[in-house]
C-alpha cells in the first residue's frame, strides 16, 4: 500500500489519511490498541498507540506508553513542535515519538530528559522506508513491554472516543510550577497591553492565580488595570511603589512589597506589579548595574508557590527594561498585526531573542519557549478575513519561520470601551477600566471579544501542559 502526501491539505486529514489509514495498520496496531484524541491528565494527545490492549488506560510509571503521535498541518513546521513532544514523552514516561505533518514524518527517542531524532523521512518516502518505521515503533516491537494498570494515581481518559469505558475515574496529581509568559514586540501598535491584561484576567477567570507585571514605562497596562486611581500629581500614589523598586535592590522591596490588587478591573482580581513614567529617568542607573537584571528573576522565584502564571507586558524597545523581561521569562508570545511595519520588525525580534538566549545560558538558563506570534488588531471585516488574512498569517512561517499561533485577536469597539470605562465621583472623572471578559458580562456586544481571549489563555494552557 502507497501513501500519496499530496493527499494531506490540512491537519484532519494528516491524521486520517497518514496517520489512521496508512501508519497504524502498517505497523501492526489494531484498533483496540490505539487512541485518539485522548486527554492524560492536562495534557492533550492526538494519537496514543499500545503494543497490546489497554482498556481502561491505566499504567505503571515503568510500562512507558508504546509511542506518541503528533499529526500537524502540512504547512507548519515540525522544528516549531519539537519541544512540546519532549515535554509529552517527559511527562508521561513515554519513550517513544512521532511528529509529521505529511510531508515529513520524523521520530525521536527519550534518553533521560531530552529526545533525540533516530529517524527521518519524507512523506512520499514512507512506503519504502516502512519496514525501518516498524523495526523503531512497530507493534512487534514493543510486544516485550508489560502493562500494569497504575501510573502515579494518574489514569489515562479519553476524549469524545467511544472505544473507551467512560465509568473509569481516577485521582490526578498534578505538580504545579509557575510559569512565566513575556508579551513582546519591538514594535508599537500591535496590542501588547490588550493582550496581556485580557489574557491575565482570562487565565484568572479559568481559575489561575496570576501575577500581571508592567515593566514598560509607558504604563499602559497598570491604567488599563485600573491602578491609576488619582486626578493630580500629589496623589499619585505608585510613584514610589512600583516596578523599578523590585529592580534597585536585591536586598529589600519584594513583590509582597509593591503588588497591587486590581480587584474592580477583573473578578477573580488579578494582582499587578504597576509600572510608571518615572521608570524612563531610571534606566542608565540600573543599566549600569550588572545585578539588575537578574532581581525580577529571583524575586518572581520567591513567590512561585504563590501564583500559577506572571504574564509580563514589555516596552516595544530593546531597551534595559525589554532585556529583563526576556531574561526572566520562560516563554513569549509575540503580538502583531501582521502589516508590514510588524512583520519588518520580527527579524529584529528573532535575534534579539537569540542574544537573550545568550546571556540565558550564561546564568544556567533554558532558552525561550516562542508560543508563537499572536494575530492581534486584525480587522473583522469579512472579505478582509477571506482573502487578505490568510496570505497574511502564510508569511509569518514562510518568511520567517516563526510559529503561528491559533488564536486571533480582532480590532472590535467592545475592546477600547472596556479600557476606556470611566467613573464619575462629583464633577471628576476617574478611570474605570474593565478586563473585556468581565465586560462582557453586561455588554452583549463584547462577548465576541471575550470568547477569543478564552480562546487564547486555553490555547497557552495547551501549550504549557496545564
Known amino acids: 500500500m502507497a501513501f500519496n502526501p499530496e493527499l494531506c491539505r490540512n491537519e484532519s486529514e494528516v491524521e486520517s489519511k497518514l496517520i489512521?489509514?496508512?501508519?497504524?495498520?502498517?505497523?501492526?496496531?489494531?484498533?483496540?490498541?490505539?487512541?485518539?484524541?485522548?486527554?492524560?491528565?492536562?495534557?492533550?494527545?492526538?494519537?496514543?498507540?499500545?503494543?497490546?490492549?489497554?482498556?481502561?488506560?491505566?499504567?505503571?510509571?515503568?510500562?512507558?506508553?508504546?509511542?506518541?503521535?503528533?499529526?500537524?498541518?502540512?504547512?507548519?513546521?515540525?522544528?516549531?513542535?519539537?519541544?512540546?513532544?519532549?515535554?509529552?514523552?517527559?511527562?508521561?514516561?513515554?519513550?517513544?515519538?512521532?511528529?509529521?505533518?505529511?510531508?515529513?514524518?520524523?521520530?525521536?527517542?527519550?534518553?533521560?530528559?531530552?529526545?533525540?531524532?533516530?529517524?527521518?523521512?519524507?512523506?512520499?518516502?514512507?512506503?519504502?522506508?516502512?519496514?525501518?518505521?516498524k523495526s523503531l515503533i512497530g507493534k512487534d516491537s514493543f510486544q516485550k513491554q508489560i502493562i500494569n494498570p497504575v501510573i502515579n494515581e494518574v489514569t489515562l481518559s479519553e476524549k469524545n472516543d467511544t472505544r473507551t469505558n467512560s465509568d473509569s475515574t481516577s485521582t490526578e496529581k498534578k505538580e504545579r510550577t509557575m510559569k512565566t509568559i513575556a508579551i513582546y514586540h519591538n514594535k508599537g501598535g500591535v496590542g501588547k497591553t490588550t493582550v496581556s491584561i485580557n489574557l491575565a484576567a482570562a487565565l484568572s477567570n479559568k481559575g489561575k492565580k496570576v501575577l500581571l507585571v508592567d515593566i514598560d514605562s509607558q504604563a499602559n497596562t497598570t491604567f488599563a488595570a485600573g491602578l491609576v486611581k488619582f486626578q493630580f500629581d500629589e496623589d499619585d500614589d505608585l510613584r514610589d511603589r512600583n516596578v523599578y523598586h523590585l529592580l534597585e535592590s536585591g536586598d529589600y522591596n519584594f513583590i509582597p512589597d509593591i503588588v497591587r490588587k486590581s480587584e474592580y478591573f477583573n473578578n477573580p482580581e488579578v494582582d499587578v506589579i504597576p509600572s510608571h513614567i518615572t521608570l524612563i529617568e531610571k534606566i542608565d542607573k540600573l543599566s549600569r548595574i550588572v545585578a539588575t537584571q537578574g532581581r525580577l528573576i529571583a524575586k518572581i522565584k520567591k513567590v512561585d508557590s504563590d501564583y500559577d502564571f506572571v504574564i509580563i507586558d514589555t516596552p516595544p524597545s530593546r531597551d534595559y527594561y525589554a532585556q529583563v523581561a526576556l531574561m526572566t521569562t520562560d516563554y513569549l508570545i509575540i503580538p502583531s498585526d501582521l502589516k508590514p511595519f510588524a512583520n519588518q520588525g520580527l527579524p529584529t525580534v528573532i535575534n534579539f531573542v537569540k542574544d537573550i538566549n545568550e546571556a540565558r545560558q550564561d546564568r544556567g538558563k533554558p532558552p525561550i519557549n516562542i508560543i508563537g506570534v499572536l494575530a492581534s488588531k486584525i480587522s473583522p471585516n469579512p472579505k478582509f478575513v477571506q482573502y487578505t488574512f490568510p496570505k497574511q498569517r502564510e508569511v509569518i512561517t514562510k518568511r520567517y519561520n516563526l510559529p503561528l499561533m491559533d488564536s486571533v485577536i480582532y480590532d472590535r469597539t467592545a475592546l477600547s470601551e472596556s479600557m476606556n470605562q470611566v467613573l464619575m465621583v462629583g464633577e471628576l472623572e476617574y478611570p474605570d477600566p474593565k478586563s473585556i471578559v468581565k465586560y462582557a458580562e453586561t455588554k452583549t456586544a463584547a462577548q465576541q471579544s471575550a470568547q477569543e481571549f478564552i480562546e487564547l489563555a486555553n490555547e497557552v494552557l495547551r501549550y504549557v501542559g496545564e
Not at 80 to 105: D, P
Open 20 to 133: 489512521v489509514q496508512y501508519l497504524l495498520p502498517e505497523l501492526g496496531y489494531t484498533p483496540d490498541t490505539w487512541h485518539q484524541e485522548v486527554a492524560v491528565g492536562s495534557i492533550r494527545l492526538d494519537f496514543l498507540a499500545f503494543a497490546a490492549q489497554v482498556i481502561p488506560f491505566v499504567l505503571d510509571a515503568n510500562s512507558p506508553l508504546s509511542v506518541v503521535m503528533e499529526a500537524k498541518h502540512p504547512k507548519q513546521n515540525l522544528n516549531n513542535h519539537v519541544h512540546r513532544l519532549r515535554h509529552y514523552l517527559n511527562k508521561l514516561n513515554a519513550k517513544h515519538g512521532l511528529l509529521t505533518n505529511g510531508k515529513e514524518i520524523r521520530i525521536y527517542h527519550k534518553y533521560q530528559d531530552d529526545i533525540q531524532l533516530v529517524f527521518q523521512c519524507a512523506g512520499k518516502e514512507v512506503a519504502n522506508k516502512i519496514n525501518e518505521i
